[in-house]
């Protein structure tokens, strides 16, 4: 099972550095013939670089006097007067600096490749929309493959690690023990969210702002200096800041699941460790769901995405249904309640349908192919008032599905395996992580090549 676990993990860094060098080996300014717009692209995309950089430096410096200081707290305060030979405290805050670590080198990983792959993208659309969608796309699975494989490979590395150091110590020990990991992803995750999400939305108005208001020129106009920043902006809370919360979702999930199938499986490895087995399978599947990926024109490119997490799921269910019958017992027991693995399949079942019907609807809510949104561009007609009021309706209404999908998703999986039910559910919606990360950095890498191509003045048809 270990064995397992970590080849699928060497796997997902091994795509990642696969698509990196795939994306990175594209000359720069390909395709441009005109050595002025080849020069501004390559001091525009200079630029964002090392803004994007500047920026993580900063935030990693205050990280560091964090995880300096809330590890010693763990240390100290965490311990069980009826383990005194453990010293749970010790290894709790090398589990908790361990996940603040991985978490970091995530979002460092995505906001690099998202740095690299936004001017090659905007170089790929003179070619074609096609070639454009793919470097992005490309660049996108950077972030996904490295990001689960690392959180895949802190997972089980860290057990790896505890069970020899501490041998012969009980399992739901241990898993307590390594839920400092899961703890140090999320505690990363708030500041790369939060720091990443108030840089972007300052940098974004305020580049709209002096821009649109004060000088009267059009958004990513290369003679408002702000632009830079904004487009800095997207990689911050976009890439890095997104790729950190879900790892510490990921992480967090896997480890209370592990936790309370400690209690049933502490003489079942293979059982024990199905928990962080969930995410190892979605890595083949996200391999194997990339191959769908197929784009001619424009109109392909949103299909296109929805159907790599259509495919994804499904691949992940049918998956997890073998790995189910293979790694779980037929029945087994938590705290007097028995269970079958086919609960627990059906519990992770719930919670990958949920994630693809929530994701599902907040397109519905948010696209402007559908009713919703071109309702409010109507209302838009009349004042920014409407547009305030319709907007806000529409934001408390598209929250409604999602809160009943949630609700379905806790009541199903806890009627039929309890809260390790809950647990393995809420693992479930992450399953697909590979692909969904995959489209997130996608977003942002296409977004700033828009914008670089509106500031190299390369024409409205690459721009678009």
């Not at 590395?157 to 501490?166: E, M, Q, V």
């Amino acid at each position: 099972m270990v064995i397992v676990i970590m080849a699928s993990a060497f796997l997902g860094l091994g795509i990642a550095l696969f698509y990196y060098l795939k994306v990175a080996n594209i000359p720069l300014t390909q395709g441009i013939e005109n050595s002025e717009e080849a020069e501004k692209l390559i001091r525009i995309h200079g630029a964002i670089a090392r803004g994007a950089m500047a920026f993580l430096k900063a935030e990693y410096k205050y990280m560091v006097y964090f995880m300096a200081g809330f590890a010693i707290v763990i240390a100290l305060l965490i311990d069980d007067p009826h383990t005194p030979e453990v010293n749970e405290g010790i290894y709790t805050a090398i589990s908790f600096l361990l996940g603040c670590v991985i978490s970091i080198v995530s979002g460092f990983i995505g906001m690099r490749i998202a740095t690299i792959g936004n001017a090659r993208t905007t170089t790929a659309a003179k070619n074609s929309i096609a070639d454009a969608f793919y470097v992005a796309l490309n660049s996108g699975a950077v972030m996904g493959f490295g990001l689960v494989g690392l959180a895949v490979l802190g997972l089980g590395g860290i057990y790896l690690i505890l069970d020899a150091l501490l041998p012969g110590i009980e399992k739901h020990i241990l898993m307590e023990v390594m839920a400092g990991f899961g703890l140090g992803g999320s505690s990363i995750a708030l500041f790369g969210r939060v720091s990443g999400g108030i840089f972007t939305k300052a940098a974004d108005v305020g580049a709209d702002l002096v821009g649109k208001v004060e000088q009267g020129i059009p958004e990513d106009d290369p003679r408002n200096p702000a632009v830079i920043a904004d487009n800095v902006g997207d990689n911050v809370g976009d890439v890095a800041g997104m790729g950190a919360d879900l790892f510490g979702s990921c992480a967090e999930s896997t480890c209370a699941a592990l936790v309370i199938g400690a209690v049933a499986f502490a003489t079942n490895l293979e059982a024990l460790l199905f928990p962080i087995l969930i995410s190892a399978v979605g890595i083949p599947v996200g391999l194997v769901t990339m191959f769908t990926a197929r784009v001619k024109e424009e109109k392909d490119v949103a299909p296109a995405l929805k159907r790599l997490l259509i495919v994804a799921t499904g691949l992940s269910a049918a998956a997890m249904y073998f790995v189910s019958i293979w790694a779980l017992p037929e029945s087994f027991e938590i705290n007097g309640e028995v269970y079958t693995n086919m609960d627990v399949f059906l519990c992770y079942l719930t919670g990958a349908v949920t994630g693809l019907l929530v994701g599902l609807l907040t397109e519905y809510y948010t696209s402007h192919d559908f009713k919703p949104v071109q309702e409010v561009a109507k209302a838009s007609e009349t004042g920014a008032a409407t547009n305030i009021i319709f907007g806000l309706a529409l934001g408390y209404h598209s929250a409604t599905g999602s809160i009943l999908l949630l609700a379905v998703s806790i009541y199903m999986p806890f009627t039929l395996a309890g809260m390790y039910g809950v647990a393995i559910a809420a693992i479930g919606m992450l399953s697909t992580l590979v692909v969904g990360l995959t489209i997130d950095a996608y977003g942002p890498v296409a977004d700033n090549a828009g914008g670089i191509a509106e500031m190299t003045g390369m024409g409205e048809s690459v721009r678009d």
